[in-house]
């Protein structure tokens, strides 16, 4: 390790009032948290605190003008207690190219790598072990200058916390294809992890929650009228033999999970195509009784079966085989995290403890 952090730990633990048989998303938080500060023109006060809350001023740029983004990932812990994270340098490359768009400036891979291994390691008794759960990492930077005017700020915080989980959703989802609001338009920010994408998705989102969906199924900005992704995961669309997925373009994010659903796939020899998908062929293909099979993907969302989706005031329900893909796709990917299958295609970084050990 090469990072000097300043360290600073708790007291006491607040360990003993968190019960892993029992973990609700997203709401205890681990002991610890990383940061740092980009001033004059880099990165800076390496440190890591206990978990608590952060001063701010009321002029904080991020507040007002939105310069915050953010990566989502998670490290597991296997029966022997190695504790692993899955292609933590391609939510690296995704926080830097939020970046580059946001007019933010880009982290390096030592201090993002360092200090999520150090937080994770101090924290390592946080990572539950049972089947499905995990430890969620959010890394996240905003500005932090105190100034009132729009510009990009010259000052930011970036911030790594943690939080114990299990899957985000606990059953098959039921999803609206939206064809009145957009979440991402061409030349916008939608392949960004920006805080403001997931605040324009929230109030169609609670109106078609009202309506019984789980999940809002974005289409493009232009027509309403090719798949996009939902509010927190790719979409893939199994028509016979072929698995369907939206390509990639800048009003979607570029899921990690995605990806590595794509290349697991064709590895196996199945055939998997990146194109825009429309309603009417989604429509179609249900139609003909060929659609056998929809999920989504993501880190929070892990991989999860779709089993309806509604358009213009009709549902449609999804015509499950009993061997469903994405069981399948699930039960390889946690057999490649906690390392009971090899890492054949090399997606594994273990947290080597003895290299961040703090005394
Ligand atoms: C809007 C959106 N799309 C897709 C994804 C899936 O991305 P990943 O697989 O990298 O978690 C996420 C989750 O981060 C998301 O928030």
């Known amino acids: ?174 999803v609206r294809i939206e064809e009145t609001y957009t979440r991402a338009s061409k030349g916008g920010v939608g392949a960004a992890k920006c805080a403001g994408n997931y605040a324009a998705s929230m109030y169609p989102t609670k109106l078609a929650q009202q309506e019984g969906y789980d999940q809002v199924l974005w289409t493009d900005g232009d027509e309403h009228q090719y798949l996009e992704e939902t509010g927190t995961s790719n979409v893939f669309v199994i028509c016979g033999d072929t698995i369907y997925t939206p390509e990639l373009s800048d009003s979607l994010l570029a899921g990690i999970t995605r990806d590595s659903i794509i290349k697991l796939l064709r590895a196996q020899g199945k055939n998997v195509i990146e194109q825009r998908i429309s309603i009417k062929d989604l429509i179609s293909w249900h139609e003909s009784k060929q659609l056998t099979e929809m999920f989504v993907s993501g880190t929070a969302a892990t991989v999860t079966n779709i089993e309806l989706f509604g358009y213009k005031d009709k549902n449609y329900t999804v015509n499950h085989t009993d061997n469903l893909l994405s069981k399948t796709i699930l039960e390889d990917f946690n057999n490649i995290k906690t390392l009971k299958t090899s890492d054949s295609f090399d997606w594994i970084s273990v947290v080597n403890e003895s290299e961040f050990i703090t005394n």
């Not at 390096?108 to 101090?122: R, S």
């Open 1 to 174: 390790m090469s990072l000097k952090i300043t360290t600073n730990l708790v007291e006491e633990s607040k360990i003993s009032s968190f019960d892993p048989d029992n973990i609700v998303f997203g709401r205890v938080f681990t002991d610890h948290m990383f940061s740092c500060d980009f001033v004059n023109g880099e990165w800076t006060n390496f440190r890591i605190d206990p978990f608590g809350k952060i001063p701010l001023s009321p002029t904080l740029s991020a507040l007002h003008y939105g310069q915050a983004i953010f990566e989502g990932m998670k490290a597991y812990k296997n029966e022997d207690g190695v504790i692993t994270l899955f292609r933590p340098l391609e939510n690296l490359k995704r926080l830097n190219r939020s970046a580059v768009r946001m007019c933010m400036p880009e982290l390096p891979a030592d201090i993002f790598m360092e200090g999520m291994k150090k937080l994770i390691t101090i924290d390592k008794d946080w990572i539950p072990s049972t089947s499905g759960s995990s430890l969620y990492i959010r890394p996240f930077m905003f500005a932090t200058d105190d100034y009132l005017g729009v510009k990009p700020s010259e000052h930011y915080s970036f911030m790594i916390y943690a939080c114990p989980v299990n899957a985000y959703y606990s059953h098959p989802l039921k």
